[in-house]
């Protein structure tokens, strides 16, 4: 047996979710794809996935092998489509990484467009609020946050997002007012858990290095965005996220930044890519075509609360 074939096989499964899945998306028996899988076992001496009568899940080596069939597979594709020329339509399957929220209402526009003008390119998104090794797992572009300590990656700047704290008008209007980090412990807290749910950190003061720390027992503890979103938005109290995250609150006025004064450094937005991918047709055209539109809506999000800064300072 062919054990790129085989290969294509044991990823299909993962794809899928099942051999019977892989061997629908591949028109072939469920024994062929057994085959394939009992082969790739046999050839590496070690079981690669555990298998139920409903699903599969990799093993400690499949996780490794999966990882490096993706990696050969793509290569191999993107071989292919260089030996064409620079010129050829972009075609193929285009695997993205970006965090969760940041994926589900930024890029998942993009990347419709692009699927819209780009009919023979299909796309693998991976949303994760984890970093992913590019190159290991196979991923073309990866939408970051923050300051990139690879410099095995070609970056692309598109913008800057920060950590604010937000309530809901109505809230600040009944509870005291928040005019230093310190007053937070005088209110009800919503906190996000990747952000902090004990305390939460501001910059120093001028003439000192150590971030101010500001200590509280929260009201809510939530791990999803949207389930803070929601509850500071009704009025239930206090939270801290991450700026994207509530630019469309802020803009229709259900949710109004406090401690503007006192707002972390901004971190940069990238779209990155390994080394050489950028060449590949289908990556260089969805990058041309996320990136004015990144740029454009990070743009628009700052002017928002560059605006929500001074009108907030008006009415003080």
């Given at each position: 047996?062919?054990?790129?074939?085989?290969?294509?096989?044991?990823?299909?499964?993962?794809?899928?979710?099942?051999?019977?899945?892989?061997?629908?998306?591949?028109?072939?028996?469920?024994?062929?794809?057994?085959?394939?899988?009992?082969?790739?076992?046999?050839?590496?001496?070690?079981?690669?996935?555990?298998?139920?009568?409903?699903?599969?899940?990799?093993?400690?080596?499949?996780?490794?092998?999966?990882?490096?069939?993706?990696?050969?597979?793509?290569?191999?594709?993107?071989?292919?489509?260089?030996?064409?020329?620079?010129?050829?339509?972009?075609?193929?399957?285009?695997?993205?990484?970006?965090?969760?929220?940041?994926?589900?209402?930024?890029?998942?526009?993009?990347?419709?467009?692009?699927?819209?003008?780009?009919?023979?390119?299909?796309?693998?998104?991976?949303?994760?609020?984890?970093?992913?090794?590019?190159?290991?797992?196979?991923?073309?572009?990866?939408?970051?946050?923050?300051?990139?300590?690879?410099?095995?990656?070609?970056?692309?700047?598109?913008?800057?997002?920060?950590?604010?704290?937000?309530?809901?008008?109505?809230?600040?209007?009944?509870?005291?007012?928040?005019?230093?980090?310190?007053?937070?412990?005088?209110?009800?807290?919503?906190?996000?858990?990747?952000?902090?749910?004990?305390?939460?950190?501001?910059?120093?003061?001028?003439?000192?290095?150590?971030?101010?720390?500001?200590?509280?027992?929260?009201?809510?503890?939530?791990?999803?965005?949207?389930?803070?979103?929601?509850?500071?938005?009704?009025?239930?109290?206090?939270?801290?996220?991450?700026?994207?995250?509530?630019?469309?609150?802020?803009?229709?006025?259900?949710?109004?930044?406090?401690?503007?004064?006192?707002?972390?450094?901004?971190?940069?937005l990238h779209l990155v890519s390994p080394q050489g991918r950028l060449s590949v047709?289908?990556?260089?055209?969805?990058?041309?075509?996320?990136?004015?539109?990144?740029?454009?809506?990070?743009?628009?999000?700052?002017?928002?609360?560059?605006?929500?800064?001074?009108?907030?300072?008006?009415?003080?």
């Amino acid at each position: 047996m062919d054990r790129l074939d085989a290969m294509k096989v044991f990823v299909a499964a993962l794809d899928e979710g099942s051999l019977a899945g892989a061997g629908r998306k591949l028109r072939r028996s469920p024994a062929a794809v057994s085959r394939a899988i009992a082969f790739l076992e046999e050839h590496v001496g070690t079981e690669l996935l555990h298998r139920t009568t409903r699903s599969i899940k990799l093993s400690e080596a499949g996780e490794r092998y999966a990882a490096v069939c993706r990696r050969v597979l793509t290569d191999l594709q993107e071989a292919d489509i260089l030996a064409v020329g620079e010129r050829s339509v972009p075609r193929g399957t285009l695997a993205l990484t970006a965090p969760v929220f940041l994926g589900e209402t930024v890029l998942c526009p993009i990347i419709d467009a692009f699927m819209d003008a780009y009919p023979a390119v299909s796309v693998r998104l991976y949303l994760l609020d984890r970093l992913v090794n590019l190159i290991d797992e196979g991923i073309d572009v990866a939408l970051r946050i923050g300051h990139l300590a690879d410099s095995s990656l070609v970056a692309t700047r598109v913008g800057e997002v920060r950590r604010i704290v937000a309530a809901a008008p109505r809230y600040l209007a009944h509870n005291p007012r928040i005019m230093e980090p310190a007053d937070l412990a005088k209110h009800q807290i919503i906190a996000f858990a990747d952000l902090g749910i004990d305390s939460w950190s501001f910059p120093p003061l001028d003439g000192s290095s150590a971030p101010r720390t500001v200590h509280f027992t929260p009201r809510l503890i939530v791990n999803s965005i949207r389930g803070a979103i929601v509850s500071a938005a009704s009025g239930r109290g206090v939270t801290r996220l991450m700026s994207y995250h509530i630019d469309r609150q802020v803009r229709e006025g259900s949710l109004e930044i406090v401690l503007k004064d006192y707002d972390d450094r901004p971190l940069p937005l990238h779209l990155v890519s390994p080394q050489g991918r950028l060449s590949v047709p289908k990556v260089r055209a969805f990058v041309d075509m996320a990136l004015p539109r990144l740029r454009s809506h990070f743009a628009h999000a700052s002017r928002d609360a560059e605006f929500a800064r001074k009108s907030d300072s008006l009415t003080l």
